[in-house]
Every structure is written in C-alpha cells, then in structure tokens.
C-alpha cells in the first residue's frame, strides 16, 4: 500500500485548501481501498503528530475531527479515484504544518477514540507542506 498526498501550499489566514491522498494498492491479496479507513494527521516543527480527521471504509458513514478544525475542515472520500480530501476553509497560522494521510489497521475497531491514535495506523503518506501566513 502505498499513500501520495498533495494539494499542500501557502495560503494567508481565512483562505481554502484542498489536500488529496491517493492510495495505490497493490496485488490482488491487498484489500481494496474502500475497505480502508483513513485518517489525516499534522505535525508542525517541535510538536507531536496531532490527528485532524478520519473517516471510516465504504460508506463513509462515520467521521470525526479534531476540535481544532471541527467546523472548517470537511473530510470525503471517492472510493473510485481511490482518493481522500480534506477541504480546508478558514485556514488559520496555527494550521501551519506538514499533513500526512494513513490507513487505518485492519481488524481495529473504529470509533472517536482509536481514531485519533496515530499507533493505530500503517501506512503512511509522505505528507505535504501547509502554511498559513497571518
């Protein structure tokens, strides 16, 4: 499995990015993309990895975001692109970060809780740079 996100850039405060992670499976004994869940996470320079968002496989019925972006930030996903987007509005100097995108462990169940703990996942994206400018 294999994660590429995009979609990083400079943008000043109160503007709008879109991120996109591909995930490109593998063989025929890998797993579909619809049957991952996948969360975002962000790191900036001298602070931990913090998770931004998730959503749960297929039906993407349930999704949950950090308080920090909860109301700016809206999370899909087209399981026919094999893609994930997180728009972001309302960008803010504390945004400023790299921002990774990673699957989800099989086999764990997904809930606010396990969401947020980046342990919880495998396959990671190399992440893209944004930052926000006040």
């Known amino acids: 499995v294999q994660l590429q996100a995009s979609g990083g850039g400079l943008v000043q405060s109160g503007g709008s990015l879109r991120l996109s992670c591909v995930i490109s499976v593998r063989g025929v004994s890998e797993r579909p993309f619809s049957t991952y869940a996948l969360g975002w996470f962000r790191q900036a320079p001298g602070k931990e990895r913090e998770f931004v968002a998730g959503?749960?496989?297929?039906?993407?019925?349930?999704?949950y975001y950090s308080s920090s972006v909860e109301g700016r930030f809206t999370i899909s996903r087209d399981n026919t692109k094999n893609t994930a987007y997180p728009q972001m509005n309302s960008l803010e100097p504390d945004d400023t970060a790299v921002y990774h995108c990673a699957t989800f462990r099989w086999g764990e169940l997904w809930n606010e809780v396990s969401a947020f703990l980046h342990g919880l996942y495998d396959y990671w994206g190399q992440g893209t740079q944004v930052t926000v400018s006040s």
């Open positions: 959503i749960s496989y297929r039906t993407s019925d349930t999704i």
